[in-house]
């Protein structure tokens, strides 16, 4: 059974950074995309960046220029770097492996930027 932990979600100030942090149970390698989607309060979930096997990157709009996704396959964790973060950014931020629709979800981390 593949688990998925996400870390480093928390209250930030607007213009303030965090890097969130997802790590895998057994092998990333294997699964050929990753990503990070966001649940804001009654909003649809929805994808913030992802990642191939290969490296290729895609992010929202509303995270280009601000967010970072990586991966470390050595240490099977999924990373994704937020700056410059805003009011709007404001959600639970869930770390998939596979893909969204029957791949494998993490319980979510909450980040909250206010000031």
Do not use: H
């Given at each position: ?41 009654g ?52 770390c ?20």
């Open positions: 059974q593949v688990q998925l932990v996400e870390s480093g979600g928390g209250l930030v100030q607007p213009g303030g950074s965090l890097r969130l942090s997802c790590a895998v149970s057994g092998s990333i390698f294997s699964f050929s995309a990753m990503g990070w989607y966001r649940q804001a309060p909003k649809q979930r929805e994808a913030v960046a992802t990642i191939t096997r290969v490296g290729n990157r895609n992010y929202a709009d509303s995270a280009k220029g601000r967010f970072t996704i990586s991966r470390d396959d050595a240490k099977s964790t999924l990373y994704l770097q937020m700056n410059s973060l805003k009011p709007d950014d404001t959600a639970v931020y869930y998939n492996a596979g893909n969204p629709v029957n791949g494998y979800w993490g319980q979510g981390t909450q980040v909250t930027v206010s000031s």
